[in-house]
């Protein structure tokens, strides 16, 4: 028997979309495009306009069902060149988009019939002109949209504000209001435009971060097999040892890791890489929001985006232009917007069942009073409004469109304007999060200090000069614990050893075998059979006695700030080596901002460190308190323990080392993620720039975006209660309905993009 042929993995699509105004209509397509047959999963993130398909589906019907819903697909060369346009934000940038969809031109040629039918009334012509005028605009303006709500009904079993508008509209042309049929569509698709118009702007304006990339970089390459010196000397092909480098300038897209380019003073540096020759002050603002140039120099790490100075550089690629920093950094914060904020999941699924509560609503309300209370059903007179013509106000009024997109617009531009400062918010969750924040707990080293460690002081325990520098007993205590640590990566670790090779000493013992870190105590191995153990005063106090002075002068540094490596090979005490970590100019500063943040929140220092030192250092920086001597886990449990004294807890780190702190807390901010990709994907916040100064920011940003999506929310459901009131008496015209519904929309809209310009 034939063996079964196993279906093709599933894969996935990604698709740019195009004529989606709100968050309704993502909602359509993720359901319409759902259904099709072989489809897994379909998610949809209107902020950035993207589609993802997951499964065993034809990309061509994938295409065709999203122009049956009434959108279109726009390939990435198309959105480039939207992204490059200029002055999207001005009234031409208004004009052009009007201008670049079919149903935003149809708009303005209905509202133009529209004006013409006002005139013909207004000098007294005949009616039907005025109705034939009224009936073109509906027919026109319409059409599209009646179309889209009735697919959307049929392929995604959603009810939506176009087909709501739609109903509205066929309802007032069955009771003769012609005019107001009119006024209702070309006021909803006026709206619809002006509402695509903020979408489109909110969505390219972290977009256009990657227009700080030139496209055309500065190859240095050599000749190869020059037919001009072919034979001369012996040259047969390869390298040319006469011609040299040769210049070139190429597209960025088609360089590779490894190629070295040229970047001239001034030019922006068009890839991430390694500076191979030349040092220059570079503006990394576009990455990590420091407004002041860093100095540069040889083996220095830049950034693409970032603007070199008055000096050449020679840059050695090291990512490929779809995996630098910066496109990293847009593709996360995209990926973040997808992630819904908790009152937007809520917002969402409250949508779901609200709308089809209000076509049952509308619906009672048109036939119970005229069955019942014997009520008009059609207008009486002119004056007066029917329980019909109500139901219809009633269908405009309620629509949920102001309130589903009140809370995506806002967190798209609070995480859009937070990316331009160099800080990368994780999503809606995290903003939120972060916004109700009321303890921050601190690493110490690398977060509140330099991390950059030195070494301050070596001294063996029989030490020749005590006072009067190196000895050979001292230089032989560095040339052993240099030989454990060469095996590891911490920070005092990496001290130890340039001391070492700073004294010539690297080579007096072979690096030690079997090494084994003991978790916030120290490491051992072996160096020529003995066991070395190096580490802090609490597990020699422990373990290994040691005389009474020594204990003595380790307090005294301690006291200073400085912390205190105690060495031991196997058989006695050999010594001391005194490490300090200097604390950051900025974090004082940092600190004492967030601290004027009302609430206040509370500042603690988490540090596997001893406790003199912890101190000396919390004392410098301003923290409220101090837990030192910390294992891993025990600082997993003062992130606990935190929590249940305060609430909301956030973890601030590299976001390597401290791990599982970060992942218990509610809020993990990781440091320098311009430096590390492990560090823009471990975190819930990434400060790209390497030190505390962004930190206030992102927190007075939260909390701005959650006071505004609170601001939404309510302004939303106070115009619903208030149109209320006006359309069950009979008070409220449809055409009014429809500005108050789409007013509110581009109202929040506008409260929302707000945080752009923060």
Not at 25 to 31: H, V
Not at 319 to 339: C, G, H, K, M
Not at 371 to 392: D, T, V
Not at 491 to 517: D, F, H, I, K, T
Request: glycine share 8%.
């Amino acid at each position: 028997m034939a063996d079964a042929v196993s279906p093709s993995s599933p894969r996935t699509l990604e698709l740019h979309i195009t004529g989606m105004d709100c968050a309704d209509c993502a909602l359509s397509l993720e359901r319409g495009v759902a259904r099709l047959d072989g489809v897994l999963t379909c998610a949809v993130n209107f902020s950035a306009g993207k589609m993802h398909v997951t499964g065993n589906v034809d990309p061509v019907a994938v295409e065709e069902r999203i122009r049956a819903l009434g959108y279109g697909v726009a390939q990435p060369a198309q959105v480039a060149a939207q992204v490059e346009t200029p002055a999207r934000h001005t009234l031409w940038g208004v004009v052009a988009f009007i201008r670049s969809r079919r149903d935003t031109v149809s708009a303005l040629v209905g509202a133009l019939l529209l004006a013409a039918s006002v005139a013909l009334n207004l000098l007294n012509l005949s009616e039907p002109w005025s109705v034939a005028l009224h009936l073109a605009t509906v027919a026109l303006v319409g059409t599209p949209i009646m179309l889209k709500g009735w697919r959307s009904l049929l392929y995604s079993r959603n009810v939506t504000i176009n087909l709501l508008m739609s109903i509205a509209a066929a309802g007032a042309l069955i009771i003769g209001e012609t005019g107001e049929a009119a006024t209702v569509i070309v006021l909803f698709s006026i709206g619809e435009a002006l509402e695509g118009y903020a979408a489109e702007r909110a969505r390219y304006s972290l977009q256009a971060l990657l227009r700080l990339v030139p496209q055309q970089a500065i190859t240095l390459r050599s000749c190869l097999d020059c037919a001009e010196h072919l034979g001369q000397d012996g040259y047969t092909g390869g390298p040319c040892p006469f011609c040299g480098v040769h210049e070139a300038r190429i597209p960025v897209k088609d360089l590779r890791i490894g190629d070295v380019i040229l970047v001239p003073p001034g030019e922006r540096i068009p890839m991430d890489g390694i500076i191979r020759a030349g040092e220059s002050a570079v503006n990394q603002a576009p990455i990590t929001g420091e407004s002041v140039p860093v100095s540069k120099q040889i083996d220095d790490a830049v950034f693409a985006g970032s603007i070199n100075g008055a000096g050449a550089l020679e840059v050695m690629v090291t990512q490929l232009a779809n995996d630098n920093t910066l496109s990293r950094l847009v593709r996360l914060v995209e990926e973040a917007q997808a992630q819904r904020a908790p009152t937007q999941r809520f917002i969402d699924r409250f949508a779901r069942l609200y709308t089809p509560g209000v076509v049952l609503v509308a619906v009672l309300l048109a036939v119970v009073p005229p069955l019942i209370f014997g009520a008009p059903f059609w207008n009486p007179s002119p004056e007066e409004h029917g329980w019909f013509y109500r139901a219809l106000s009633l269908l405009i009024v309620a629509c949920p469109c102001a309130l589903v997109i009140s809370t995506p617009v806002t967190i798209v531009s609070a995480l859009s304007a937070a990316a331009q400062k160099g800080i990368l918010i994780k999503g809606g969750a995290p903003l939120e999060a972060l916004s109700g924040v009321r303890a921050f707990a601190f690493d110490k080293t690398g977060t509140l200090t330099e991390g950059r460690p030195t070494l301050t002081d070596v001294r063996a325990v029989d030490c020749l000069s005590p006072g009067n520098g190196r000895c050979a007993p001292c230089d032989d205590l560095l040339a052993l614990a240099a030989a454990v640590e060469r095996r590891s990566e911490h920070p005092l670790a990496r001290a130890v050893v340039a001391a070492a090779q700073e004294g010539n000493l690297l080579g007096c013992y072979a690096p030690a075998v079997n090494v084994a870190s003991m978790a916030g105590r120290g490491v051992r191995g072996q160096v020529n059979g003995k066991t070395v153990t190096l580490g802090n005063h609490a597990l020699f106090d422990a373990e290994y006695p040691h005389p009474a002075p020594l204990c003595e002068q380790i307090a005294r540094w301690e006291q200073q700030g400085q912390t205190a490596m105690l060495l031991s090979d196997g058989e006695r005490v050999r010594g001391v080596l005194t490490v300090a970590d200097p604390p950051r100019a900025s974090s004082r500063a940092a600190l004492t901002k967030l601290k004027a943040l009302r609430p206040r929140p509370q500042t603690v220092m988490l540090t596997g460190d001893n406790r003199a030192v912890a101190e000396a250092v919390a004392q410098a920086v301003g923290v409220d308190d101090v837990r030192a001597e910390l294992l891993p886990d025990q600082k997993l449990e003062a992130v606990r323990q935190l929590e249940a004294d305060y609430g909301a807890v956030a973890m601030v780190g590299d976001g390597v080392n401290d791990a599982p702190a970060l992942a218990a807390a509610s809020v993990g901010i990781a440091m320098g993620g311009s430096g590390t990709a492990q560090a823009m994907e471990a975190a819930d916040v990434v400060l790209m720039q390497d030190d505390l100064a962004r930190l206030p920011d992102a927190v007075r940003l939260a909390r701005h975006a959650v006071a505004v999506i609170r601001q939404n929310v309510t302004f939303s459901l106070a115009i619903k209660v208030l149109f209320l009131a006006f359309a069950l008496p009979g008070w409220a015209t449809l055409w009014l309905a429809v500005f108050a519904d789409m007013g509110a929309s581009l109202i929040v809209t506008a409260n929302g993009m707000r945080l752009l310009r923060e």
